[in-house]
């Protein structure tokens, strides 16, 4: 092992783990002082292109409450056909298939380099992929064309025995029949009455009804045995019905008065999808799929009243106390998302609009649930289109590139205990002896469900070392975490994810050093700002700052080497470095920071923050600002390319230097998801400010004349700079006063 | 110079003239100058006991109530307002239904002779063919004399008098088992009554008269049928004197020719007896005399009554911005009674003498006689009748209204599917919607239409023009019902004619597999009502419906169908709706103009009552089909549903009556609502509604002025334009209480009382009804005999002529279903009857209380004319003939034991009697005279009624008979109803009371 550099990443890449500290505190006292928790950022379904799944189940220790997988760390007495749990350290029979287990025979679950193993089960009834559309019609025609496009083409994209359905909304609800032939017939709701579930499927016909005294025909054996069949249909069978469906859906007709939002029942809808999913098809993957193209209005979830003249409400309304519907809505979507969680189903949402559109009070739709969250302008854009059409990319099997109804299950060595995780999941509750009192996060359980989940979705996970500092662990002991996740895979399969780690403990007295070089500093600015993200969303803005500053300052106290009352003898070592630069961007990052965003945009900032894997969130974090240059001041650029020089022959190298910036633009877009707003500016252009937010104010109109001579346009803001922040944390690092 | 009336005599020679001709002075006349209607009575203690008898049940043999119901399964299609099948049974099996009950009791398995009084069957004695009784000399005969004939007179009652002496104990003679007595029975008709009903037979008896009436030694116990005023006669007498010349309406207080005479009118001023008919011409001027008379002062209106092609119907006035042209004070249109004064620059209020300038635009030079020389080039001045533009001030929310729409909101749960209704009426549909009600010369309808399904929960159809195929919406929602739908849902029929008809297509096999079986109502009509709401038009609900709605929503109904309340005081509430939200529903829809016509086809008990509060508040027509199957109701359910989708209605409207000082209307009787107490609100009204309304005295009257009524009428046309329909009438005043009796029509007096009563039932015991009846009647008589007939004895019973019919009337509207109902009628039965009678004009009235019979043989084959009726009454069957028998809703073809094999042949296409179907509904269509004729004849009577009346083809003796017997309305009925005969007597004993 040469660095700790190449032993995280190589940890990364085989079990999609990164840990805050690699090598641990080794009592509860000292972690306690290491300021950053132990915690992980999980990547439950990495994708691993060199891990084909195995297709038998895993051995499970028999301890009713383990239940541990055997992993490479287990002790075995091949001789006696044993294997010892390194969790509990129980002794377990192997199952009879392992009879032939030898040291030269092993199975792939106890090579070392099988710390990952994929399951593949193959028991129980596979029930196809479920996509439930919900679509707003109160849109412009324009916005509706381009949607009712993105949907007809999204079909052709769905795996062909995936169930799908349609529910429209504008002033009332439609859930569309798919099955008939002829006339189309759909179920329409009231969209201003909550109704229950069981009221939906009683209106929907979904319970049994009872059967008359004259059987007029005997029952048609029919392909499906739900009664739901109407309203979900294999899309191989109805894609050429749906389509004209989809085609003919006209804008919602109830006449909008001047100086009125359209009436949209955006909480009625929802509602029903997920009353309709419950009823139907309880614990299978599901997808809900929200578009909406403005706030609700009305019902049960209304956001915003229909007079134009009121504005949805902004973060000073909120501060103020002033957002009348906030609060019930947001109980509204948060009693759904429950509900949709529990059932293993996701609600995504696409909301496309200019103004807001009620994301604050839906967010925890998607948050709860793995859902995703696409935030844009208009479904006319290319913005919403390409982010919908990755929804359905594949993999390099051909499987799509999502997973659902996850359980994470987590089991932790004796020293550790489990705190809490942040990130796309909900608690399932479960106690255990590895469950901290103290959370972190959603805490108080082992387990969590994630509805919904893709290659890249992200969870931190947070521990409490609990180990007493006067009871030392041997030299050499490692503690172990294992991390069980049960899904369903795209091509309907269950199957059982293991990874199965382990790090050195490090008494700090002694090893402070070996502590300090293996802190991920990575790893730990997000786990960091997951939580500092997480309280902000329950806590004021500048409480969650002061405690960001604070951690910092600590971890700068406890980590930095200098004298004291002397900021200029501040040092910290190559580990630390980037540490307090990631806390810099992240306090002026539109996570923590909602001056000049909208609360639907903190919520959809928020909610692809808790779920990005550890690159994507470091980007988001601190921008990556890259520079391309004939070596002359930009502006002068800019000029140049008004002036029409790249479409001149002899100035073929400077059209190649517009290019270039254009090409890897188009080469990031590609990569994300959702895919990022794309904004081509200039120099003075007006959407220059959004580059300009992002970079640091290193020369603002405050101190552009007291810096001197530099050239460059100075950046109209009140905060301070990374140069500035950086003085006063020396300052206040080496005072003895904190 | 022709008479008005028919004389009539009951005992013997010339009645005194009558005295009705309008143009006759007035007050010139001797009290016995009055038409007398002499009755010599043998009664007293008599009739009180054959009272009794018709009150007591007849068929204790018969068991339990419920088995006689079941018996009612014999007629299980009999499209009367029928009865249900009880279980499965089938027609013969009574006994095996109810093994229990039955079978020990029964020994013949004739079913016709159980219904058959037990001591019937007896033949007459020949006693009663024997020596006439003194009336019945004078029986059928009394060949309209002429009204002038001065005559004696009214007859001193002839030796009959002494019968009404003893008024003790009965004699034995008298008990109800005494042959002499019974009515007549089964196999009793035939020669042995002689040619009564035959008008034209020659008078035959008059010189036995004198030998016969004083001796006899025993006293005929029996009043001779003959001998008693006789409707056939009446109205026969009133179609040769009066339907011949037009009746011209110029005359203040001209009392019409009978509904049952054809005749023209002539608007001169006064409204068509068409659209107003008066109980009275001539009304008392002060309340004390009114009081006094009894006679009830009401008017029979039928505001956009249709009318004969020959006549007009009215014209239309526009009056531009300024609107038409109205009293400041009372608020009456202008109308050709309205005295211009001042060189006509002002005109007085011939309502309430307010005197009001005439605007510039509308003044008019008078003419030496007062009178405005465009007097007759304005309607409004000289018509009777016409119509006012409505200008925007008369429209809701001050906006001209849009066209109206209708709305098809068919039932399609299991027996809907079942018996076959949602696919005739989805093909019907195609074509019918062609025929929407246009205005006048328009090329189309202005009409759109719109599509319900619905079981427990709602379809609504998307008919857009554009779209290729309709879109179904489902509303489950029922609780809390809602329109889903704005744009597609009500089209125009042209443009949407491919989607329409697809869909009309498709309903059928959609539903073909349905198992839902309950059903929702009361969603149903709000669905539709807030659908024209959200239209923002006024419109008409169809709905086709087929069981109680048992399904949980708003106006859930249960079974409450109890016949153990019948004769008790909780009887009213079978008649009551079960809930309150029917009626909340009725008001919402008044509200929007949204009318309801009801087609109902229940095979088991619905709850006509309660369902059909929303088509009766909101101007509606409920039919009923029980037990609708396909081939034997179709032609009935599309022919009326044909009707009703064509027929012209007026929407969202509002009629007032106003009058002259001295009377206000008091109280309305129809198929309306009424917020306030004055205006009748009606969501929709077409051209067979009619509204009854009463009037009392508030002041005097004045000889001089008369009394005036104006009805206005505010509606909107089918074609969407706000009007106001205006009839005029202008009634006699009176100081002498004779003048009232003379100038009064009894049919009308009849749909008021029946209206009055079918209301009563709503809060009262039903008896308590019959006896108000009862009561009321002899007060109007006995104050007759009082105050305006000459003394004579008081055994005689003297009616005045024009209400000669009352106590036969009266006693049919007694034995009614509603009011007295036999074990067959079923409490939808009554309910439904109830409301039908609710916005009976008088002419249905007439027919309905006492059916039409007509013998079809006995007139010659060539006689294009319809043969001349017969008496309702089993006797005057003869069993060699035929008799068709019709009462608006039903029709029989009465088939005699002894007709003719070759009639029978050349009719039914069977060679015998015993071969024709018993039940047939449809005669067979054979090209010979007598087919044709009589074929021709039922094609004539339906069309002169508003509903379809299906034939039942009923055979002497045959089961079935009993059905067709319960419209003899002059015998003693099955239910206990009195005969003609008795109730007369009892009347007279009732008079007698009063005046003693």
Redesign the interface.
């Given at each position: 092992m040469a660095t700790y550099l190449e032993f995280i990443q190589q940890n990364e890449e085989r079990d999609g783990v990164r840990f805050s500290w690699n090598v641990w505190p080794s009592s509860r006292l000292e972690a306690t002082r290491m300021v950053v928790p132990l915690a992980c950022l999980l990547t439950p379904l990495k994708e691993r292109p060199d891990l084909p799944p195995v297709q038998y189940e895993p051995v499970l220790c028999s301890r009713p409450t383990c239940k541990a997988v055997l992993n490479p760390l287990c002790q075995v007495d091949y001789r006696a056909k044993l294997w010892a749990c390194n969790f509990c350290f129980q002794r377990n029979q192997f199952p009879p298939a392992y009879g032939g287990i030898s040291e030269v025979n092993q199975p792939a679950e106890l090579m070392p380099q099988f710390s990952t193993i994929e399951y593949m089960i193959q028991r129980g009834a596979q029930s196809p992929l479920i996509f439930l559309y919900v679509v707003d019609t109160c849109l412009e025609e324009d916005d509706l064309q381009a949607l009712k496009e993105s949907l007809q083409m999204s079909l052709s994209l769905l795996p062909p025995d995936a169930l799908v359905g349609l529910i429209t909304f504008g002033r009332m609800v439609q859930v569309h029949e798919l099955s008939c032939e002829g006339i189309s017939k759909s179920y329409v709701f009231r969209g201003t009455k909550d109704l229950t579930a069981k009221q939906i499927q009683d209106m929907l016909g979904l319970t049994k009804p009872a059967m008359p005294m004259q059987q007029a025909r005997p029952v048609q054996p029919q392909e499906h045995p739900f009664a739901s069949t109407r309203f979900l249909q294999p899309v191989h069978k109805i894609d050429m019905n749906l389509t004209d469906l989809l085609g003919e859906l006209q804008r919602d007709p109830w006449p909008v008065t001047q100086g009125k939002r359209p009436l949209r029942s955006t909480g009625v809808a929802l509602s029903i999808a997920v009353g309709l999913l419950e009823g139907t098809f309880p614990n299978t993957g599901a997808r809900i799929m929200l578009f909406t193209g403005g706030p609700p209005t009305q019902g049960p979830g209304m956001v915003v009243g229909d007079e134009l003249k009121i504005p949805i409400r902004s973060w000073h309304d909120i501060e103020k106390d002033n957002a009348r519907f906030m609060k019930k809505a947001t109980k509204h979507y948060e009693m759904l998302a429950n509900r949709t969680a529990a059932n293993g189903h996701c609600i995504d949402i696409y909301a496309c609009a200019l103004d807001q559109t009620g994301l604050l009070e839906m967010k925890c739709c998607a948050n709860l649930t793995g859902g995703y969250m696409v935030m844009g302008d208009s479904f006319n854009t290319s913005l919403f289109k390409q982010t919908f059409q990755r929804i359905f990319t594949k993999d390099f099997n051909g499987d799509f590139r999502m997973a659902f109804g996850a359980t994470l299950d987590i089991k932790t060595s004796r020293e550790l205990k489990i705190a809490g995780a942040i990130g796309p999941c909900v608690s399932l509750n479960v106690k255990g002896p590895c469950v901290s009192e103290n959370e972190l996060g959603v805490g108080g359980t082992s387990q969590w469900k994630i509805c919904g989940l893709d290659p890249t979705s992200t969870l931190g996970i947070y521990f409490e070392v609990v180990n007493q500092h006067n009871a030392p662990i041997p030299q050499g002991g490692r503690g172990a975490i294992q991390f069980v996740t049960h899904y369903q895979h795209s091509s309907t399969q269950r199957r059982i994810r293991v990874t199965t780690i382990a790090r050195n403990w490090a008494d700090v007295q002694s090893q402070l050093r070996h502590i300090e070089a293996a802190f991920d500093q990575e790893a730990a600015a997000v786990l960091m700002a997951r939580l500092g993200v997480f309280r902000a969303e329950s806590e004021e803005g500048p409480d969650v700052l002061r405690w960001l500053d604070r951690q910092l300052i600590r971890l700068c106290q406890k980590f930095g080497q200098y004298n004291k009352e002397d900021p200029t003898s501040f040092r910290l070592s190559d580990s630390f470095s980037l540490y307090p630069q990631f806390m810099f961007h992240l306090r002026r990052s539109p996570f923590l920071q909602v001056f000049n965003n909208s609360p639907d945009e903190s919520s959809y900032y928020r909610h692809h923050f808790a779920r990005q894997d550890l690159t994507q969130s470091l980007i988001m974090i601190q921008p990556i600002l890259y520079s391309y240059s004939f070596h002359g001041p930009p502006e002068t650029i800019a000029q140049w390319r008004k002036a029409g020089y790249q479409d001149m022959p002899e100035y073929e190298n400077f059209k190649h230097l517009l290019q270039a910036p254009l090409d890897d633009a188009q080469e990031i877009l590609q990569a994300r998801f959702p895919m990022p707003r794309y904004i081509n500016t200039e120099h003075g252009g007006s959407q220059a400010r959004f580059l300009l937010s992002k970079v640091n104010p290193s020369q603002t109109h405050n101190n552009l004349y007291a810096w001197g001579q530099e050239t460059g346009a100075p950046i109209l803001t009140d905060d301070v700079s990374l140069q500035v922040f950086m003085d006063h944390l020396k300052k206040l690092a080496v005072s003895s006063a904190c | 110079m022709e008479p008005t009336m028919a004389q009539y005599q009951a005992i013997s020679k010339h009645l005194p003239k009558v005295c009705q001709e309008p143009h006759l002075p007035r007050g010139h006349l001797q009290p016995q100058q009055h038409r007398l209607l002499v009755a010599r009575l043998h009664m007293a203690s008599l009739a009180k006991e054959m009272y009794r008898m018709a009150q007591a049940p007849l068929f204790r043999c018969k068991g339990p109530p419920t088995s006689l119901a079941s018996a009612s399964g014999s007629f299980p299609n009999s499209g009367l307002y029928g009865s249900y099948p009880q279980g499965q049974a089938p027609p013969l099996s009574q006994a095996q239904g109810h093994p229990g009950i039955q079978t020990s009791q029964r020994s013949a398995p004739s079913q016709a002779s159980g219904f058959t009084p037990p001591a019937s069957g007896g033949p007459r004695l020949p006693s009663m063919t024997g020596p006439l009784l003194p009336g019945q000399s004078f029986g059928g005969p009394s060949v309209s004399q002429p009204n002038h004939v001065s005559s004696p007179p009214p007859q001193t009652l002839p030796p009959g008098t002494q019968m009404t002496g003893p008024l003790g104990p009965l004699p034995p003679m008298h008990s109800p088992q005494q042959p002499g007595y019974q009515p007549q029975q089964n196999g009793s008709f035939g020669p042995a009554r002689g040619p009564q009903p035959n008008y034209g037979s020659p008078y035959p008896a008059a010189p036995t008269f004198g030998s016969q009436s004083g001796p006899q030694p025993l006293p005929p116990k029996r009043l001779d049928p003959d001998a008693i005023p006789s409707p056939i006669q009446v109205i026969e007498d009133d179609r040769n004197n009066r339907g011949t010349e037009p009746f011209v309406t110029g005359v203040r207080g001209q009392v019409p020719p009978l509904v049952t005479t054809n005749f023209l009118v002539k608007d001169q001023g006064n409204a068509s007896p068409r659209y107003i008919r008066c109980t009275s011409y001539n009304i008392p001027c002060t309340s004390d005399m009114a009081k006094q008379a009894q006679v009830p002062l009401a008017a029979v209106i039928k505001p956009l009554a249709s009318l004969p092609p020959e006549e007009a119907s009215p014209y239309v006035v526009d009056h531009g911005e300024s609107g038409p042209l109205r009293c400041n004070r009372c608020k009456a249109y202008m109308c050709p009674f309205m005295q211009f004064i001042e060189g006509g620059r002002r005109f007085q209020c011939c309502f309430c003498s307010c005197i009001n300038d005439v605007p510039p635009q509308y003044f008019q030079h008078l003419d030496h006689t007062g009178k405005r020389v465009d007097a007759y080039d304005r309607p409004e001045l000289s018509l009777g009748s016409y119509e006012f533009l409505a200008t925007v001030d008369y429209c809701k929310n001050n906006k001209f209204p849009s066209p109206p729409a209708f709305i098809f909101m068919i039932d399609v749960s299991?027996n809907a599917i079942r018996t076959g209704l949602v696919r005739l009426l989805c093909e019907e549909l195609k074509s019918l919607l062609d025929f929407l009600p246009r205005e006048g010369g328009a090329e189309e309808s202005a009409i759109r239409v719109g599509f319900v399904t619905y079981n427990k929960?709602l379809?609504?159809?998307n008919v857009k023009s554009s779209?290729a195929?309709?879109?179904?919406?489902?509303?489950?929602?029922v609780a809390?019902m809602?329109v889903?739908?704005?744009?597609?849902f009500l089209v125009n029929i042209n443009e949407s004619r491919a989607v329409i008809t697809?869909?009309l297509d498709?309903i059928p096999e959609?539903f073909a597999?349905?198992?839902?079986?309950e059903t929702v109502f009361v969603p149903v009509i709000q669905a539709g009502m807030e659908a024209l709401k959200a239209a923002e038009c006024a419109g008409k609900l169809f709905l086709f419906h087929t069981s109680l709605p048992i399904a949980e929503a708003p106006g859930k109904l249960k079974n409450r169908d109890d016949r153990k309340l019948i004769n008790t005081d909780k009887e009213k509430t079978l008649f009551q709706p079960q809930t309150g939200a029917y009626q909340t529903l009725a008001k919402e829809c008044v509200a929007q103009g949204c009318c309801v016509d009801l087609f109902l086809f229940p095979n088991q008990y619905v709850d006509v009552a309660t369902l059909s509060v929303v088509p009766q508040l909101t101007g509606g027509s409920v039919y009923k089909y029980a037990c609708f199957q396909v081939e034997n109701d179709q032609e009935r359910f599309l022919s009326d549903l044909r009707r009703d989708v064509q027929k012209v209605v007026g929407f969202d409207a509002v009629m007032r009556v106003r009058t002259s000082t001295g009377i206000r209307a008091v109280d309305f009787f129809g198929a309306f609502y009424m917020s306030n107490t004055t205006d009748v609100e009606l969501a929709g009204l077409d051209g067979d509604k009619t509204v009854t309304v009463e009037f009392k005295h508030d002041d005097r009257l004045n000889e001089e002025s008369g009394a005036l009524l104006q009805c206005a009428l505010l509606y909107t046309s089918c074609a969407g334009q706000r009007r106001l329909r205006i009839h005029n009438l202008a009634l006699n005043c009176c100081t002498q209480l004779a003048d009232l009796y003379r100038n009064c029509e009894t049919d009308t007096l009849i749909n008021y009382m029946a209206k009055f009563a079918y209301r009563g039932v709503l809060n009262s015991p039903v008896k308590a009804v019959r006896d108000t009846l009862i009561t009321q009647c002899a007060q109007i008589l006995a104050c007759y005999r009082k105050n305006c007939a000459s003394p004579s004895s008081a055994g005689q019973l003297i009616l005045p002529e024009c209400m000669k019919l009352l106590p036969v009337y009266l006693n049919c509207v007694l034995k009614s279903d509603v009011l007295q109902p036999g074990a067959e009628i079923t409490t939808d039965d009554r309910a439904y009857v109830r409301q039908l009678v609710t916005s009976m004009d008088v002419a249905e009235t007439n027919v309905f209380f006492y059916p039409r019979l007509l013998p079809l043989t006995k007139s010659p084959i060539e006689s294009t004319t319809e043969p001349p009726a017969v008496r309702a009454s089993e006797e005057r069957l003869s069993n060699g003939d035929m008799y068709l028998l019709e009462n608006g809703l039903n029709l029989f073809l009465w088939v005699g034991a002894s007709v003719q094999q070759g009639v029978v042949q050349s009719l039914f296409s069977v060679s015998s009697f015993s071969q024709i179907t018993s039940g047939l509904s449809v005669l067979p269509v054979l090209d010979n005279p007598l087919s044709k004729k009589v074929r021709g004849l039922i094609d004539s009577l339906r069309a002169q009624r508003s509903r379809y009346m299906k034939l039942i083809v009923v055979k002497q003796e045959d089961k079935l008979e009993m059905l067709f017997k319960h419209f003899l309305v002059e015998d003693k009925s099955l239910s206990g109803g009195a005969s003609y005969v008795d109730f007369l007597c009892h009347m007279h004993k009732e008079i007698r009371q009063l005046l003693s």
């Open positions: - | 299991y929960v379809h609504f159809y779209l195929q309709p879109q179904m919406m489902v509303v489950s929602d809390d809602f889903p739908l704005l744009d597609g697809s869909l498709q959609m597999d349905t198992r839902e079986t």
